[in-house]
């Protein structure tokens, strides 16, 4: 009989290693050569390293949970790639057949396919096991196949696309696909990753109705993680947006995994009121004060056409100015929203320090203070010692 948890420490050792090594060579090319461009793939390696570790914290300590098992494969075609283009790159001027085959895989090219069943799996199969590892209802395991037979066969469309997978060398696995032929695999092949990703994140909602208290809150944060993936991808999508931003779209997908890693060992589970709290309030402050330098830019280059540089440092110094004030305002709103207990046990401290100023008498300070601290963190048992 195979022992999971030993096989998970030794999948995951494994995928540690190669990690480590690909780091290392990121490392150096990023000191010598383009800064731009290595750093995003940096970034991917600090998300793979998140990925990594979540799913080799819970497929050792949880190994019948297949939630540990999707972050190793995920993390695992990604890893092997590397060290797939790697062969490639030593063997392309002695064994050609075979570095064929390794930059096959590896994707070095604009055909390259193997990051659609990491990707895939991750809006996919994730959202249908999260955070369980089993689907909402028994009826959902045939759309779960159905997920699982797409991006198989879309894999397989891509991988077999005909083209180079490296500068002269041409892909081992092209297939002859007509222009009219490939055009209607493509379409239903891409409607059919719609549905199935449209349909996985119904399933999250299906789950979030039927849920009790601790899944919902596993499922929010799930729900803040894949959130602020998808803004910071939109993000750079707009026309100003700078290739840096790509960065930091690689590290925001770290979040997903970090997120799973949080909700199903449960550590620090019911933090997620705050840091929604905290997320939404920087969100709506940066928006707002980008407006306000935006504005104060406009106009003082609009009074003052030949003192560009002035405005610029006047709209820098104007926001610097107000983002502190105009932050504690926002996250007293915003905590009234997302966080309320927050909220209610600010009100409630604010209100006793105001009775506190007009209090002298021990007996009833003490008596207001157990009051307030019953409102506020509502603990199973208090006391109050008073020295005589």
């Not at 600090?46 to 540990?68: E, H, K, Q």
């Not at 469309?157 to 297939?175: F, I, K, Q, Y």
């Not at 915003?334 to 100023?357: G, I, M, W």
């Amino acid at each position: 009989m195979v022992d999971v948890r030993r096989l998970a420490n030794t999948v995951g050792a494994l995928e540690a290693l190669v990690l480590a090594a690909v780091v290392l060579v990121d490392l150096i090319s990023l000191v010598r050569g383009d800064a731009n461009g290595r750093a995003g793939d940096v970034a991917l390696d600090i998300m793979l390293g998140v990925t990594l570790g979540v799913g080799w914290v819970i497929s050792s300590r949880l190994p019948r949970n297949p939630m540990g098992w999707l972050l190793l494969t995920i993390s695992g075609f990604f890893l092997l790639a590397g060290v797939m283009l790697v062969a490639g790159y030593l063997l392309v001027d002695h064994l050609p057949g075979v570095a064929a085959w390794c930059f096959w895989y590896a994707g070095n090219s604009e055909q390259g396919w193997v990051w659609l069943p990491p990707i895939g799996l991750l809006f996919t199969q994730v959202p249908l096991r999260f955070p369980d590892g089993r689907p909402p209802t028994p009826g959902w395991r045939w759309f779960s196949t159905f997920t699982i037979a797409s991006i198989v066969i879309a894999s397989v469309t891509l991988a077999s696309a005909p083209g180079e997978v490296h500068r002269g060398v041409d892909n081992p696995l092209a297939l002859d696909w007509s222009d009219q032929a490939g055009a209607v695999a493509v379409g239903v092949l891409a409607a059919a990753l719609l549905v199935s990703f449209v349909g996985s994140a119904a399933s999250v909602v299906v789950r979030y109705r039927r849920a009790a208290l601790v899944e919902r809150t596993q499922i929010r944060w799930f729900t803040w993680a894949v959130t602020v993936v998808i803004a910071f991808y939109l993000l750079s999508l707009l026309p100003f947006a700078g290739d840096s931003l790509n960065s930091w779209v690689s590290l925001a997908y770290g979040l997903i995994p970090a997120s799973i890693g949080v909700a199903v060992m449960r550590y620090h589970l019911y933090d997620i009121d705050r840091l929604v709290s905290r997320t939404t309030s920087y969100a709506i402050v940066t928006a707002l004060l980008l407006l306000l330098y935006g504005v104060l830019v406009a106009a003082i280059s609009r009074l003052l056409p030949s003192s560009s540089s002035l405005a610029v440092a006047a709209a820098t110094l104007a926001v610097a100015a107000a983002f502190r004030p105009l932050l504690s305002r926002v996250q007293m709103r915003v905590d009234h929203r997302f966080n309320r207990s927050q909220y209610d046990a600010r009100l409630t401290l604010e209100e006793f320090a105001a009775r506190l100023r007009h209090e002298v008498d021990t007996e009833t300070v003490a008596a207001d203070l157990l009051d307030h601290v019953q409102r506020a963190v509502q603990p199973s048992s208090m006391g109050v010692w008073i020295a005589r």
